[in-house]
């Protein structure tokens, strides 16, 4: 279906004017305002990339000597190289110095994380053949995994839980974890949540350099064989730089969030859970897709009151000026085409019938239905994984989930007898595709066995 949209501009009055778009669909501007959002990532900056590329190589040539350079540098914090691991005595001041109540909320959360991932696992498996072949599945899972937590003016321990509880319930024997110590100083809810998780080793170290560490190892760093975790533009291109030598979870995009709503959804709630995306970041996306004019004027009405009560006001409003907008459109199947079209990192249906609209749905990373299920029970505790894709890659990328901590070999036994069977097959596709050598292979067991 091509769409095309008129837009009308709507200002907030108040420390800055605020475009928020109402566009209708079917009307002239509607590609470019998706060609924007769809683009709103954009390349990584050439003076970035090359910065990223050189901490790479000192951190893989010099060890633990770039390491303590680049945090005394960008986290100000002099530390030797002993200081580079926490310490079981730090991890024990955390529980003391965290209150109680945040270390219940995250152990609750642990729980129904590591509850709603067990349900994930894949078990191996072997089929027997009538002809005496064995064929089969093993699933093992990856011997050290890293974490990267970002750190800085926000604490993140729900993305210690997210990425490490995973990788534990997939049975991950060592799982280590790097987050930034700016001025020597880690967050103590950061250390209780890995703790609950059962990460094994953590390391005061951020940005590309800690990236960099877990792929090529330190004297201190160990090197894993997969790295996963969100973190800024550095990290996310230290990620991509280092992917090959390492597995990694994904490059993951600015935050964004697609409500499709009805004439029954509550405008308040509409235009609260825009927001919760949009405080995120200046380059997040937030959108309403409605069936109903009306609903589409009172979530603006309610956004403009909204935004001005948040302490992230400015972030909050550069997002929905540039990367957000309020769609009305002719019926909530349109709705479900465009929904598709973005593939959104978080997708609310609220809508009356959710459980009707959920088969036109083919593109999200998380679906949250109805009235009553804000993103934001997604993000730290109903168990499902907060790790999404972006950017539209929901087309073919899934959450995090315990798949991303194993991996799968194929097992093959023959008899004598089921080679026999078979080699006929293998040695004409051998022929066909003219390679001798391998019709050789079977042919001569066969002749000599």
Same mark, same amino acid.
């Given at each position: 279906?091509?769409?095309?949209?008129?837009?009308?501009?709507?200002?907030?009055?108040?420390n800055?004017?605020?475009?928020?778009?109402?566009?209708?669909?079917?009307?002239?501007?509607?590609?470019?305002f998706f060609?924007?959002?769809?683009?709103?990532?954009?390349?990584?900056?050439?003076?970035?990339?090359k910065q990223?590329?050189?901490?790479?190589?000192?951190?893989?040539?010099?060890?633990?000597?770039?390491?303590?350079?680049?945090?005394?540098?960008?986290?100000?914090?002099?530390?030797?190289?002993g200081?580079?691991?926490?310490?079981?005595?730090?991890?024990?001041?955390?529980?003391?110095?965290?209150?109680?109540?945040?270390?219940d909320?995250?152990?609750?959360?642990?729980?129904?994380?590591?509850?709603?991932h067990?349900?994930?696992?894949?078990q191996?498996?072997?089929?027997?053949?009538?002809?005496?072949?064995?064929?089969?599945?093993?699933?093992?899972?990856l011997?050290?995994?890293?974490i990267?937590?970002?750190?800085g003016?926000?604490?993140?321990?729900?993305?210690?839980?997210?990425?490490?509880?995973?990788?534990?319930?997939?049975?991950?024997?060592?799982?280590?974890?790097?987050?930034?110590?700016?001025?020597?100083?880690?967050?103590?809810?950061?250390?209780?949540?890995?703790?609950?998780?059962?990460?094994?080793?953590?390391?005061?170290?951020?940005?590309?350099?800690?990236?960099?560490?877990?792929?090529?190892?330190?004297?201190?760093?160990p090197?894993?064989?997969?790295?996963?975790?969100?973190?800024?533009?550095?990290?996310?291109?230290?990620?991509?730089?280092?992917?090959?030598?390492?597995?990694i979870?994904?490059?993951?995009?600015?935050?964004?969030?697609l409500?499709?709503?009805?004439?029954?959804?509550?405008?308040?709630?509409?235009?609260?859970d825009?927001?919760?995306?949009?405080?995120?970041?200046?380059?997040?996306?937030?959108?309403?897709?409605?069936?109903?004019?009306?609903?589409?004027?009172?979530?603006? %009405? +309610?956004?403009? #009151?909204?935004?001005?009560?948040?302490?992230? @006001?400015a972030?909050?409003?550069?997002? /929905? $000026?540039?990367? =957000?907008?309020?769609?009305?459109?002719?019926?909530?199947?349109?709705?479900?085409?465009?929904?598709?079209r973005?593939?959104?990192?978080?997708?609310?249906?609220?809508?009356?019938?959710?459980?009707?609209l959920?088969?036109?749905?083919?593109?999200?990373?998380?679906?949250?239905?109805?009235?009553?299920?804000?993103?934001?029970?997604?993000?730290?505790?109903?168990?499902?994984?907060?790790?999404?894709?972006?950017?539209?890659?929901a087309?073919?990328?899934?959450?995090?989930?315990?798949?991303?901590?194993?991996?799968?070999?194929?097992?093959?036994?023959?008899? %004598? +007898?089921?080679? #026999?069977?078979?080699?006929?097959?293998?040695? @004409?596709?051998?022929?066909?595709?003219? /390679? $001798?050598?391998? =019709?050789?292979?079977?042919?001569?067991?066969?002749?000599?066995g």
């Amino acid at each position: 279906m091509s769409l095309s949209l008129r837009e009308r501009d709507y200002r907030v009055r108040g420390n800055k004017d605020i475009i928020m778009r109402i566009i209708k669909s079917g009307q002239r501007n509607f590609e470019e305002f998706f060609g924007k959002v769809e683009g709103r990532a954009g390349e990584v900056p050439a003076a970035i990339e090359k910065q990223v590329k050189d901490i790479i190589k000192a951190v893989a040539d010099k060890g633990d000597k770039a390491l303590l350079a680049y945090t005394e540098k960008f986290d100000k914090a002099e530390l030797g190289p002993g200081d580079l691991r926490v310490t079981e005595e730090e991890i024990r001041r955390a529980f003391k110095d965290v209150p109680e109540e945040d270390i219940d909320a995250l152990r609750l959360a642990a729980r129904r994380i590591a509850d709603f991932h067990e349900r994930q696992k894949t078990q191996s498996w072997f089929v027997q053949e009538e002809s005496g072949a064995l064929l089969g599945q093993r699933v093992l899972p990856l011997e050290v995994v890293g974490i990267y937590v970002p750190g800085g003016k926000a604490a993140y321990p729900s993305s210690v839980l997210m990425n490490a509880v995973p990788a534990k319930v997939a049975g991950v024997p060592r799982v280590v974890m790097c987050v930034p110590a700016p001025g020597g100083v880690l967050n103590g809810r950061v250390l209780v949540a890995a703790e609950l998780a059962g990460v094994d080793e953590i390391y005061k170290v951020g940005g590309a350099q800690a990236v960099a560490a877990m792929a090529y190892g330190t004297e201190t760093v160990p090197k894993v064989d997969k790295i996963v975790g969100p973190g800024n533009i550095y990290v996310a291109t230290a990620k991509r730089l280092v992917f090959g030598l390492v597995d990694i979870d994904m490059v993951a995009g600015p935050s964004e969030i697609l409500v499709v709503a009805d004439r029954t959804a509550r405008p308040a709630f509409v235009a609260a859970d825009m927001l919760s995306q949009a405080e995120h970041d200046e380059m997040a996306s937030a959108v309403l897709v409605t069936d109903d004019p009306e609903l589409a004027k009172a979530v603006e %009405k +309610e956004l403009k #009151a909204q935004v001005k009560k948040l302490s992230r @006001r400015a972030i909050a409003e550069k997002s /929905l $000026e540039d990367f =957000g907008a309020i769609i009305v459109v002719k019926d909530l199947s349109e709705a479900a085409t465009i929904a598709n079209r973005i593939a959104p990192e978080h997708l609310e249906l609220a809508v009356h019938r959710p459980f009707e609209l959920l088969p036109l749905i083919k593109n999200a990373g998380a679906i949250f239905m109805g009235h009553y299920t804000p993103e934001a029970v997604g993000d730290y505790a109903a168990g499902p994984n907060h790790v999404l894709p972006t950017g539209g890659t929901a087309r073919f990328f899934s959450p995090l989930s315990t798949d991303d901590f194993v991996k799968k070999t194929s097992l093959l036994s023959y008899t %004598k +007898e089921a080679l #026999a069977e078979i080699a006929p097959t293998v040695t @004409r596709l051998a022929k066909m595709e003219g /390679l $001798e050598a391998h =019709g050789k292979m079977v042919d001569i067991r066969l002749k000599q066995g």
